[in-house]
């Protein structure tokens, strides 16, 4: 189970931290994924960090912006999100893929979060 927490509304500028607290699973064999979806939008892909937490990868939508990152030992990813534009608005979710190597196709993930709604105004 993935539970993602931390959204809200923030102005242009602005910064946010999403997290995401897993449970029930070995966390620590998952990579994860943060994945967004705006309204009327597909869902995008945000960001991936692998099991070990040293290899990562990002949108260039935000690549500079957004950091990804983990600790283990609390079963927790995280988003830290910098510089928001209203752009960057939707509904961001958490994934866990149990393959080999990270991926930023959300059709390789397990298991999903619920959502947090992240909101930019300019």
């Known amino acids: 189970q993935l539970q993602a927490s931390g959204g809200g509304l923030v102005q242009a500028g602005g910064s946010l931290r999403l997290s995401c607290a897993a449970s029930?699973?070995?966390?620590?064999?998952?990579?994860m994924g943060w994945f967004r979806q705006a309204p009327g939008k597909e869902r995008d892909f945000v960001a991936v960090i692998n099991w070990w937490g040293d290899i990562t990868s990002y949108a260039d939508s935000v690549k500079g912006r957004f950091t990804i990152s983990r600790d283990n030992a609390k079963s927790t990813v995280y988003l830290q999100m910098n510089g928001l534009k209203p752009e960057d608005t939707a509904v961001y979710y958490c994934?866990?893929?149990?393959?080999?190597?990270?991926?930023?196709?959300?059709?390789?993930?397990?298991?999903w979060g619920q959502g947090t709604q992240v909101t930019v105004s300019s």
């Open positions: 994934a866990a893929d149990s393959s080999r190597y990270s991926s930023t196709r959300d059709r390789d993930y397990d298991y």
């Open positions: 029930g699973r070995t966390f620590s064999i998952y990579n």
